[in-house]
């Protein structure tokens, strides 16, 4: 894995609610895909939609925005958004940001830096 | 009476202000009028005169000279003089002037109206009113040198004052806390004549663990010497902050000084930046003092010109760019040293200047050593007759190992979409080994990528052929990182606001500018320095474990 892999989304439906599995990484490009698959795990008004984390190599800014366009989209449907996989550094920018304002964190993976 | 104004006095002596006498036959007897002034006790009238009014006697008019030169009381109708003084006498009705001579200086003079008798002045009058001059001029005269010498030593308290106030402003604004980046010593020396000369030096810190140094010299000595001084260091941190080539330092400094100077004050000045990690010093110089430089024994004075600050709008300056390799030093210092003199009126000059750097001592000592040099050469009874001020500057030859722990890699890189991630891989390469938690390295890394992405998209608009710089430097206490973009130069960090998820999720901001949000938040520093063209944002990390 590193930090030029493609970003890829891998969705599983699951009992109570879909898996977004994200990997590669989540920047500008992974905007469309991201929200793309979003809306399509979030048709059926699942209460609960989780994003795991644990394949990205590289998160920046604009993958952040991506992260925020969908939470909007989230809050709109009523849907609540878990965070999987984090490694401790992403955990850091989704702090710094205040997303964990508006997403669960699930327990941290083991540390793993950008690669 | 009126006192006469001493001799090296030309103020006009002035009317009194207290009420007249109203006494009848009263002998005018008035003291100059003074503000401080105790009037004092009123000598008793002379008997048996008609009371006048009394003329004050300007000091310029030729009667003070003449009546100076008089033996005894003079009548105002026997004078030849037709001086305004003597007009006024006669109008206003004074018969007789009495001069009181003490040492040879007309101290005072009675003025005396008519008798009341009507009858002229005698003879016995005239030697009665000599003999009475004769003992009053001397008291009079005493009194006026009490009140000259409390005069002066009121003005000699106001002087020390100001010498007081002088120092305190030199010394609140001379560095104390020093940088000391490893593998160099850097030594400062400011000695203050007795009246406070204009000197100061400074050291900065700047970006990309780099060091300013200053040192500089105000025309003028006393308070304003001081404030100027102030106001420069004020105005030179400011700028050395914002711009980083030293030649636009000074010329900023240049512009904003010579607006606000008092014409006839100037300010000599040499500014430096120091690279602890590679050891060159770029320096630039208005008009101040040249650096010595000594390497392996050779010393080398390191020409730079420019003209001293605040005396011309438009002053440019060369840079010049000097290696100090280890083992090398840079001698910096005012004129206070090159032109001490030997008590044979020998000056110590710019020759014995650089040749203090001979064989100097290399540890603290160094800078005591090289006063006692100039002392040896001055002599102890040597009263300085100007600020000495030294900054030292010594790469250690010897500590390999703090030599080893600086490094600096530069990368150049097309803007192209993504090309920030190059960036984050070089920076990974650079900091493998550092001692960085892995937090630590990702939060640079993180940082790193959205400060050239900005530079990429925002300076460069993904123009392949402009390159964004990318600068590590691992530092014993710091490692940082400097991106620098040619797109205009722009201040990016205190146009931007903190982004505001909630009105980002309310549709009332766009989803996206992290980005530099990001850059501030993920590492310990961040400066921004521009010089119009180039835009440099250093990123700084404290190294894990360090400061």
């Not at chain 2, 004050?265 to 003092?289: Q, R």
Request: overall charge negative.
């Amino acid at each position: 894995m590193n930090i030029d892999d493609p970003f890829a989304v891998h969705v599983e439906p699951g009992h109570d609610g879909a898996r977004l599995a994200l990997s590669g990484r989540v920047d500008r490009d992974a905007e469309d895909d991201l929200l793309t698959a979003f809306a399509t795990v979030a048709e059926p008004e699942p209460a609960r939609v989780v994003l795991d984390f644990g394949d990205t190599t590289y998160i920046n800014s604009s993958g952040l925005a991506a992260i925020v366009a969908l939470l909007a989209d989230a809050g709109q449907r009523g849907i609540t958004v878990a965070a999987r996989g984090l490694t401790s550094h992403y955990r850091q920018l989704f702090e710094i940001t205040r997303l964990t304002d508006l997403v669960e964190v699930e327990p941290a993976p083991e540390p793993g830096g950008i690669t | 009476m009126t006192e006469a104004p001493p001799p090296q006095e030309d103020a006009a002596v002035g009317p009194a202000d207290s009420e007249p006498d109203r006494r009848p036959r009263r002998v005018w007897w008035r003291r100059r009028a003074r503000r401080d002034d105790d009037a004092g006790p009123t000598p008793a009238p002379a008997a048996g005169t008609r009371a006048v009014e009394p003329v004050d006697l300007p000091a310029n008019d030729p009667l003070l000279a003449y009546l100076a030169q008089a033996r005894g009381p003079v009548l105002v109708g026997d004078l030849e003089l037709r001086t305004p003084a003597v007009e006024r006498l006669r109008e206003a009705g004074v018969r007789m002037l009495v001069p009181l001579v003490a040492n040879a200086q007309l101290v005072g003079v009675v003025q005396l109206g008519d008798r009341l008798s009507e009858q002229d002045y005698s003879t016995a009058d005239r030697e009665l009113l000599e003999q009475l001059a004769g003992q009053a001029a001397p008291a009079l005269r005493v009194g006026q040198l009490v009140r000259e010498q409390q005069a002066e030593i009121r003005v000699r308290e106001r002087y020390e004052q100001e010498l007081q106030v002088a120092q305190l402003i030199q010394q609140r604004f001379l560095p104390t806390d020093l940088p000391e980046p490893a593998g160099w010593r850097i030594r400062p020396h400011y000695r203050a004549a007795r009246e406070v000369g204009g000197d100061f030096y400074d050291v900065l810190d700047l970006p990309g663990g780099r060091l300013g140094l200053v040192i500089g010299d105000v025309t003028d000595k006393g308070v304003p010497a001081a404030l100027v001084m102030a106001s420069t260091r004020s105005v030179l941190r400011a700028a050395a902050q914002r711009l980083v080539d030293p030649a636009k330092v000074l010329a900023r400094v240049n512009e904003e000084l010579v607006r606000d100077i008092p014409a006839r004050m100037f300010i000599t000045c040499l500014y430096g930046v120091l690279d602890p990690a590679t050891g060159e010093f770029e320096f630039a110089n208005a008009g101040h003092d040249l650096p010595f430089v000594e390497a392996h024994g050779e010393i080398t004075e390191i020409d730079a010109r420019g003209m001293p600050l605040a005396m011309l709008p438009g002053s440019i300056y060369d840079k010049v760019t000097v290696q100090l390799d280890p083992g090398a030093r840079l001698l910096l210092y005012s004129d206070g040293i090159a032109e001490a003199h030997a008590p044979d009126g020998e000056m110590f000059g710019f020759g014995r200047t650089g040749d203090l750097l001979v064989d100097l001592p290399r540890d603290d000592g160094a800078v005591d050593e090289l006063l006692a040099r100039l002392s040896a050469f001055t002599g102890p009874d040597w009263e300085q007759e100007d600020d000495v001020t030294v900054v030292l500057v010594d790469r250690s030859a010897h500590d390999h190992a703090a030599v080893d722990q600086y490094s600096r890699r530069v990368f150049h890189l097309p803007s192209t979409e993504g090309g920030e991630r190059d960036a984050i891989r070089l920076v990974q390469e650079v900091l493998a080994d550092v001692d960085l938690t892995d937090d630590r390295r990702d939060a640079l890394s993180t940082a790193v990528g959205e400060a050239v992405m900005n530079a990429m998209e925002h300076a460069h608009g993904h123009d392949p052929t402009k390159q964004v710089e990318v600068a590590v430097t691992v530092r014993p206490d710091l490692v940082s990182v400097a991106i620098t973009d040619e797109g205009g130069g722009d201040a990016l960090l205190d146009t931007v606001d903190d982004p505001d998820i909630d009105a980002k999720l309310r549709g009332e901001q766009t989803p996206r500018g992290w980005g530099l949000f990001l850059v501030r938040s993920l590492v310990d520093e961040v400066h921004e320095t521009s010089d119009g063209e180039r835009h440099t944002l250093t990123l700084e990390l404290t190294r894990d474990g360090a400061g």
